[in-house]
């Protein structure tokens, strides 16, 4: 059997050693009505049919090529330098345990410190936590803090945060007993406000002035940032957010049908204590050396139990590290040459989209950066023509937005190359 | 070893990597964008080669213990062998390329390896669905008491306490409070299990659930299990069961014929998914049918022979994550499950139990066992009997550490003092067991004869005990360019 590394001859000395010739001597404690006569699961497989089966699954499903993939909505097709997977494929980082043991952890640790020095500088907050799941709990973590700091128990949330944000967030919400209410009105009730920027669509949102709004009414400003977007645009901290969240997965991380991906958040130096989850911090052993650690741990679940600030305890560890080596490798200069291509292809596609006879912009006087969306004549029909070349179309708006129906959202990315473009635009002709 | 910050390598100078041109006709940003929305000052990212990059993560790389290369006789966390093949899998670009939003027609291979996925963890803890969407354990538990939650609701019941053993995991706790729930303990008997007298007097009308793992954290089946269900269920509490320690039992019994109600487990456990220095996770959640319309949306169905994804779900809790959970982590464990079957994930269960109970074995005249065996899949021991000498079970670990052995679970559970909690797994070959077991032996040995050498171990690792206490009083939780740092490493070659 796979895996397994005893030989009979093991067990049975094993046993011996217990004084035992069967193992069923150490399960007398499980009531005998309770045992199972068999496992209703197939017999195991060599690897050889077991990795057959697996491919065959695999190859049940359609891979649209890069260059042809033009839909987003929260997962983006970029291109991840060989480096990201050189890194998190050794196995000194994938498979080591959550860093509780520091002596025998220092390259996790520290490679987590690092992370939490870009993160904190891309959103120009002062500090970033070791990593959470994805953008949508992050979202959930950060309007939690801003109930527990405020003591209110509602949190506004802009129209267009990503569908599914929200839907955790109302999740998050009634369990923890605060409401969610759909707006960009925060008033002396409200925790905090969420934005998204871009947002669901790809459209800007005002966020100096929606920062405002939210400060006006005593509630904290919670933005929800493309991490990529950040090379070009505002960061949080400088429009005055409190807390800033996202999605990581664009810096390294595959589609992989949604997961696993990155969920980050950064905040203002005084509101560090509400954080959740781990942090690293700088520290000195007995020799002077330097060495980090996980530290403020008071605010976490196994310390405080019940009284934590959340109940994460696993995060995403080797997706921040995928992060950090993304980032490393791509420097300031690059994020930003990253982020400017994905406009300037972008913009060049919905110019020539919106050319065609009965497509315009939906929202044509407001600004986006590499995603936007577009009125179509029959939103089905145009996905089904760009399917037949092999093209992964905009995403429909209307599953989420009644009103924007016959509306996509089309994305581009530095993978969309030029000639895609020209294959996309002569696939509608 | 230390290795200087990817930050104080950076070089000013150093040019960003070659990327294509954009090859379109487009403006500028700052023609086209308010210039309030556009970034003033670029962020402070290192600017380093990908030589330096690959030189510097090799480095800290070296400085991990991890299961490739040690033994982590970790109690509760089931940290056994991953894989290569899980890797290999989830790597296939039918998986690891798939955009959550693309048809359900383009994506029907990975429905199906979820549904697939589904019904072979429901066979092993005996539910009716599971859900995927949780990103790890803990994430799964809160996912479970919302379920219940919101089920209690549905009856037109404020049920408002959850029930926790003394003995649980911090996780339990915290997401019972996340619920919104209060938290009352329950007393752990002299013998480790629970206390059916102690649980009775606090089981009320306002109890939501109970969340108990079994075996326990000590390692112990609960005896008594039957009879805990029968008092949870008479007052319409629902029973929960902590995955945590699922190893023990596959194949050999199962959490729902025990009364459980819902159960979540961690893949990254017991189905071989790798850690990952701390995630990525996932926590599939499977319940009782009457929990069932409960369950996140959306869910995975078969109909004629095809697979979609089930939304129209009108009681369900919502959305835990976005999308469907931890893809990647999926595929890891179900290429496990079909790889190990329904024979080999039985023997693997059993082999653990043997393991732990032959290890125990070993530590009898080592360490104390303060309960009586045989064990499951894991054991406590206590390190109370080297406190003559001033050793505690904190300098256990650290001689551990010093001999190449991660080191074991330590002061958890609480109720054990100077608890030393070991879990070998199925994976560790005997002579390991044997290797860990004379590694135990000395250490106990230097603090009879040299405890002061034993508190400065470990001395062979990249760093020593590290000032935890200086850290959190003056947290310094990112590089900034005014901080000193040491001459030593920005000097090194």
């Known amino acids: ?429 | 070893m230390t290795e200087a910050l990817s930050f104080e390598k950076s070089r000013p100078g150093l040019p960003g990597p070659r990327l294509p041109a954009a090859g379109v006709q487009a403006l500028p940003p700052a023609s086209v964008l308010p210039a309030e929305a556009l970034r003033q000052t670029p962020p402070g990212l290192p600017r380093l080669s990908e030589p330096e990059i690959m030189r510097h993560y090799s480095r800290l790389a070296s400085m991990n213990y991890s299961i490739s290369e040690n033994f982590y006789p970790l109690g509760s966390c089931t940290m056994k062998y991953n894989p290569v093949a899980n890797e290999a899998a989830a790597a296939l670009p039918g998986f690891a390329y798939l955009h959550p939003y693309q048809e359900e027609d383009s994506a029907q291979g990975a429905l199906e390896l979820m549904w697939n996925l589904e019904r072979a963890l429901a066979a092993v803890v005996g539910v009716e669905r599971v859900c995927l969407q949780p990103a790890a354990g803990a994430h799964g538990e809160w996912t479970a008491l919302r379920m219940i939650q919101a089920f209690h609701h549905a009856a037109g019941e404020a049920r408002t306490e959850v029930l926790v053993p003394d003995s649980a995991h911090g996780t339990n706790p915290a997401s019972a409070a996340l619920c919104g729930f209060r938290v009352v303990e329950v007393r752990s008997g002299a013998d480790g299990r629970i206390s059916l007298a102690d649980l009775e007097s606090k089981l009320s009308p306002s109890t939501a659930a109970l969340m108990l793992t079994n075996p326990n954290t000590l390692g112990l089946f609960e005896r008594e299990i039957l009879e805990v269900a029968e008092l949870v269920h008479a007052t319409g509490a629902k029973l929960y069961y902590d995955g945590a320690n699922l190893n023990a039992l596959m194949g050999v019994c199962r959490p729902g014929d025990m009364g459980f109600d819902a159960v979540h487990l961690n893949l990254h456990k017991t189905f071989t998914t790798p850690h990952g220095g701390g995630g990525p996770g996932a926590g599939p959640v499977g319940v009782k049918e009457e929990l069932v319309p409960f369950l996140p949306r959306p869910t995975v169905e078969k109909q004629d022979g095809r697979f979609r994804l089930d939304f129209d779900r009108p009681q369900s809790i919502g959305r835990v994550r976005s999308f469907y959970g931890n893809f990647g982590m999926l595929v890891r464990a179900y290429t496990y499950i079909v790889a190990m079957g329904g024979d080999g994930l039985t023997q693997a269960s059993l082999d653990a139990v043997l393991a732990a109970n032959y290890l125990r074995g070993r530590m009898e005249g080592l360490l104390d066992l303060p309960h009586r065996g045989p064990c499951m899949h894991e054991f406590v021991a206590s390190a109370r009997s080297l406190a003559g000498a001033g050793v505690k079970a904190l300098d256990v670990a650290k001689g551990l550490l010093q001999r190449g052995f991660y080191a074991p679970t330590v002061y958890f559970p609480l109720i054990v003092p100077e608890a030393v909690m070991v879990e070998p797994t199925e994976t560790e070959p005997k002579a390991t067991l044997d290797a860990f077991t004379g590694a135990v032996a000395e250490i106990v040995r230097l603090a009879q004869d040299d405890p002061q050498r034993l508190h400065e171990e470990p001395d062979n690792l990249p760093v020593g005990r590290l000032d935890e206490v200086a850290a959190a009083r003056r947290p310094v939780l990112r590089w900034s360019p005014a901080q000193e740092s040491p001459k030593e490493l920005v000097e090194q070659p």
């Open chain 1, 1 to 429: 059997m796979p895996y397994l590394v005893y030989s009979d001859e093991d067990r049975a000395q094993m046993l011996a050693a217990l004084g035992l010739e069967s193992v069923e001597g150490l399960l007398g404690d499980i009531p005998p009505q309770l045992r199972l006569q068999r496992l209703a699961l197939n017999d195991g497989l060599s690897e050889q049919e077991t990795m057959d089966h697996v491919r065959g699954l695999a190859a049940r499903s359609r891979v649209y090529p890069d260059r042809l993939s033009f839909r987003g909505g929260g997962v983006y097709r970029r291109f991840i330098p060989a480096a990201v997977a050189a890194v998190t494929s050794k196995p000194e980082f994938y498979t080591a345990y959550t860093p509780y043991q520091l002596a025998a952890s220092q390259g996790t640790m520290q490679a987590i410190f690092e992370y939490q020095t870009p993160i904190a500088e891309l959103t120009a907050m002062e500090v970033a936590n070791a990593s959470l799941y994805d953008g949508a709990t992050a979202v959930a973590e950060g309007a939690m803090m801003a109930v527990v700091q405020t003591g209110r128990e509602e949190v506004v949330a802009a129209p267009h945060l990503h569908p599914e944000y929200l839907e955790v967030l109302r999740c998050y919400g009634d369990g923890r007993g605060f409401r969610v209410r759909v707006g960009t009105s925060p008033d002396q009730h409200s925790a905090a406000l969420v934005v998204q920027q871009p947002n669901f669509l790809g459209l800007l949102e005002e966020m100096p002035a929606l920062t405002r709004a939210a400060h006006d009414a005593g509630a904290l400003m919670v933005a929800c940032v493309d991490p990529i977007s950040l090379g070009l645009l505002a960061p949080p901290g400088q429009y005055g957010a409190d807390i800033a969240v996202g999605e990581g997965q664009q810096l390294g991380l595959a589609p992989s049908f949604g997961g696993p991906h990155l969920g980050f958040i950064a905040c203002r130096q005084e509101l560090v204590r509400r954080l959740p989850g781990r942090l690293v911090g700088e520290a000195r052993d007995g020799g002077g050396r330097r060495g980090y650690v996980l530290t403020l741990t008071a605010r976490e679940q196994h310390i405080r139990r019940e009284k934590a600030t959340s109940n994460i305890c696993t995060n995403h560890s080797l997706c921040a590290l995928a992060a950090s080596v993304y980032l490393t490798y791509l420097g300031p200069d690059g994020l930003r040459q990253v982020a400017e291509i994905s406009f300037a292809r972008a913009h060049d596609l919905a110019a020539r989209l919106a050319r065609r006879p009965g497509f315009e912009l939906a929202f044509p006087e407001r600004a986006f950066l590499n995603e936007f969306p577009i009125r179509v004549p029959d939103a089905g029909a145009v996905l089904g023509r760009l399917e037949e070349r092999g093209i992964l179309g905009g995403l429909r708006a209307g599953r989420w937005y009644p009103d924007l129906e016959d509306v996509l959202v089309f994305c581009c990315t530095e993978l969309n190359d030029p000639a895609a473009l020209d294959e996309l635009e002569a696939a509608l002709r």
